[in-house]
């Protein structure tokens, strides 16, 4: 589904990316993972071209995504984003948000996008919020929206940038409820988190970057049984200690 | 000689010579405005444009029509515009100079709006696969139209006044048509008043649409209304979908 190869970024005279290889198989549930800084976040922004990255390649569902003739918009809609800072748009209703991206870029009938949005919303516990702004509702709540303003494009796999690190406790829960759910139901994720008991119930597979290198590449059960490297280990003794 | 003459003030406030000239001064600002206000945007745009082939004109365009005076442009589009065999009504002449100026500052307006768009809610935008026009049109101007209000409506409000200089090329507007009528009995004090009263007239009804304008744009921003549900569990369905 989607496929690292040597991926190379820089800002300037500082290297974010060290050559990056890794493969994510369809309905793979990935937990990117690592200290502050290390370029997690860069490195899943690459996969939408979000950010841009000199070296390497980077194929999502056989798309290249460095490359002149690749059609951003297509790669995007393939791959739905969800952010730290949730990025509700804020002048428009709940609804509409959701009802943004399939309209103008996949250009489905409004009547199809419409009952989709509602079907989405009643998903993530939010039909009655429809007609409400961004602004009225509460952090877990506006990202559930996000997510199921993500889901709208009928995305192929789900990429999440740290999409609990702004929330209060209790609305991490409901954010990674709703995460959960997608997981058991068979997406394709990618998610940049610090919640590691998220990534032990859910995750099939950990990287662990640190210093932009995937340190560790191996299934979730081998990671939290200490089969990783010591950088890694050390990274999960210090969480343990520190829990969120 | 008398100081003030009641009759004179009330006899030019009922003048329908100068309600006309006010009716042309609304005329002139909400024209020069709506276009200014489109060039403006266009003008904005270019600067912000990576590439140099835009941004440099838009520069040059800003730097040249704020650094001289609108005095200065309107004469010279007045005067110098026959001489290249092309007629322009006073009128043409007078929205022409005022649009082309006022643009030039509109533009800075805008730009500060579109700089002040969040990143990530344009990031946001393109991860959803909109293209850079969508972003444009659906995300960043709405987004930067309400955080100008403010500031548009300062340069609504100057305008009004500002369109007086078009009395310089001979634009008969409130100004021009007051500094005809002192000409006839002297009246200058009587005169003047009745004009600073129409203009007053005239912010004072911008004011109002200004505040309905703004009172729109902050409709998604209001909290009333809209009880914030912090409880993540779902309540039974009340009336609170109020609006």
């Given at each position: 589904?989607?496929?690292?190869?040597?991926v190379t970024?820089?800002?300037?005279t500082f290297q974010v990316l060290k050559g990056c290889s890794a493969e994510i198989g369809r309905g793979e549930v990935v937990v990117v993972c690592g200290p502050s800084g290390s370029g997690k976040s860069t490195l899943i922004k690459c996969i939408n071209a979000l950010e841009t990255f000199e070296g390497g390649q980077i194929w999502v569902d056989g798309m290249a995504v460095r490359s002149a003739q690749t059609d951003h918009s297509a790669l995007r809609a393939k791959a739905g984003m969800v952010f730290q800072s949730f990025e509700l748009f804020s002048h428009l209703s709940i609804l509409d948000n959701i009802m943004l991206a399939?309209?103008?870029?996949?250009?489905?009938a409004k009547d199809e996008i419409r009952e989709h949005a509602k079907t989405l919303l009643r998903r993530v516990g939010l039909e009655r919020h429809a007609d409400k702004y961004p602004i009225a509702l509460s952090g877990g709540q506006q990202q559930r929206a996000a997510i199921a303003r993500a889901l709208a494009m009928k995305p192929d796999v789900m990429l999440f940038d740290e999409p609990t690190s702004a929330l209060d406790p209790e609305m991490v829960q409901e954010v990674l409820q709703v995460m959960t759910e997608l997981a058991r139901e068979g997406m394709t994720m990618m998610c940049v988190t610090h919640e590691m008991g998220f990534a032990r119930q859910v995750a099939t597979r950990i990287l662990f970057v640190d210093a932009g290198e995937i340190v560790d590449d191996c299934p979730?059960?081998?990671?939290?049984?200490?089969?990783?490297?010591?950088?890694?280990?050390?990274?999960?003794?210090?969480?343990?200690?520190h829990p969120g | 000689m008398?100081?003030?003459?009641?009759?004179g003030f009330f006899t030019y406030l009922g003048s329908p010579y100068i309600f006309r000239g006010a009716l042309i001064t609304v005329y002139m600002t909400a024209v020069s405005m709506v276009m200014g206000f489109l060039l403006g945007l266009l003008i904005a745009v270019m600067k912000r444009s990576q590439r140099r082939l835009l941004s440099w004109p838009a520069?040059?365009?800003v730097w040249f029509f704020r650094g001289t005076p609108l005095l200065v442009q309107l004469v010279v589009i007045y005067a110098g515009l026959p001489k290249l065999d092309i007629r322009l009504s006073v009128m043409a002449c007078s929205i022409i100079g005022l649009t082309l100026n006022e643009a030039a500052y509109l533009a800075?307006?805008?730009?500060?709006?579109?700089?002040?768009?969040?990143?990530g809610q344009i990031a946001a935008?393109?991860?959803?696969?909109?293209?850079?026009?969508?972003?444009?049109?659906?995300?960043?101007?709405?987004q930067a139209f309400r955080l100008i209000i403010p500031p548009l409506g300062n340069s609504v409000n100057g305008l009004l006044k500002t369109t007086s200089v078009t009395s310089v090329i001979s634009m008969e507007e409130l100004m021009q048509r007051s500094q005809i009528l002192v000409q006839d009995q002297f009246m200058v004090l009587e005169l003047f008043s009745v004009a600073a009263l129409y203009y007053l007239l005239m912010t004072t009804a911008w004011d109002f649409l200004q505040r309905r304008i703004e009172h729109y744009a902050e409709r998604p921003y209001r909290r009333q209304q809209q009880s914030v549900a912090v409880d993540p569990i779902e309540l039974p369905v009340t009336t609170q979908d109020a609006r």
């Open positions: 589904m989607i496929t690292l190869d040597n970024k820089s800002y300037g399939p309209r103008l870029v996949q250009k489905r979730a059960a081998d990671f939290f049984a200490g089969r990783c490297s010591m950088r890694a280990q050390a990274f999960l003794r210090f969480e343990a200690d | 008398q100081i003030w003459s009641w009759h520069r040059f365009y800075e307006i805008i730009r500060a709006g579109l700089n002040a768009v969040p990143t935008a393109r991860a959803l696969g909109l293209s850079e026009r969508q972003i444009a049109w659906r995300i960043a101007f709405p």
